[in-house]
Each structure stands twice: as structure tokens, then as C-alpha cells.
């Protein structure tokens, strides 16, 4: 059931755990929506893939990384998006979520670090889609 209907320009979405639609990384507003609406979205495969980038920081090269980071700031290319990022307690490898449109993009972005680290990229998705994909 629609509560009222908005047309957007869709680039990115997703569904937080309320069911609210995440347009452009914001919850918007809070809309009832239906289940043939949101299998529809979710079909035609709009939304960015997500990316683990796992970080393994050169010896030594920690205080350089932050250092660089304070000056010139994250330096992602157009179209890629910071989610969060966790770092283990001996501050050497850092693990990034990110929101990109190809890994040619995270490449670009990788090419701004790899003096400092070693990357690895992994494709990830959530545990609903995974669900999806084991129970077909």
C-alpha cells in the first residue's frame, strides 16, 4: 500500500532495516511501499555494487597515510562512496566499505594510496541478497 507517491531520478538506493528507501545515501522519508514496487527496484539493478577494501598498510607507513589524508582528504573519484571503514587494534590493516559503480573506479582511487598500502577488493553483498541467492 502507497501512503503517497514521489517521482525521483533513482541513481542509488537501497533499503535500511525499517524498509526505508536511502536515496543518494540519505533516508529521504519514510514511505510505505509495496512488495511488487520494492522486487521491481530491485531488479533492474540500479544501485551500485558494495566493495570490502581490504587496506594492508606498508611498514611504517601509518602516521604517512593519516598525514596524507589530513591534507588532501579521502580523493575518491566521482561516483565512488565511503561507507565506513574499521581498523584492527595494531592499526595495520584497514577494512572499507564502499559503494562504486565498477572496480575500474576503485582502481583510480587505489592509484592515490598504493605508495602507503596494499589493496585487496572484494565484492560484497548483504546477508537478504545472499539469502536470495542460496534459497533459489
Known amino acids: 500500500m502507497y501512503s503517497f507517491f514521489w517521482t525521483y531520478k533513482v541513481t542509488k538506493y537501497h533499503y ?23 522486487e521491481s527496484i530491485a531488479d533492474q539493478n540500479w544501485h551500485d555494487m558494495t566493495y570490502m577494501i581490504i587496506e594492508k598498510f606498508h611498514d ?21 562512496t565511503y561507507i565506513n571503514s574499521w581498523i584492527n ?6 577494512f572499507q566499505l564502499m559503494e562504486s559503480p565498477s572496480e575500474e573506479k576503485l582502481s ?23 539469502r536470495a541467492k542460496t534459497l533459489l
Open 16 to 38: 535500511d532495516q525499517a524498509n526505508s528507501i536511502r536515496l543518494h545515501g540519505h533516508i529521504t522519508r519514510r514511505i510505505e511501499i509495496s512488495d511488487r514496487f520494492r
Open 60 to 80: 611504517g607507513k601509518q602516521a604517512a597515510i593519516y598525514k596524507r589524508f589530513d591534507e588532501k582528504g579521502r580523493m575518491l573519484p566521482a561516483g565512488v
Open 89 to 94: 587494534e595494531t592499526v595495520t590493516v584497514c
Open 108 to 130: 583510480e582511487w587505489i592509484e592515490q594510496w598504493k605508495d602507503l598500502a596494499d589493496f585487496e577488493i572484494v565484492k560484497v553483498i548483504d546477508t537478504k541478497e545472499a
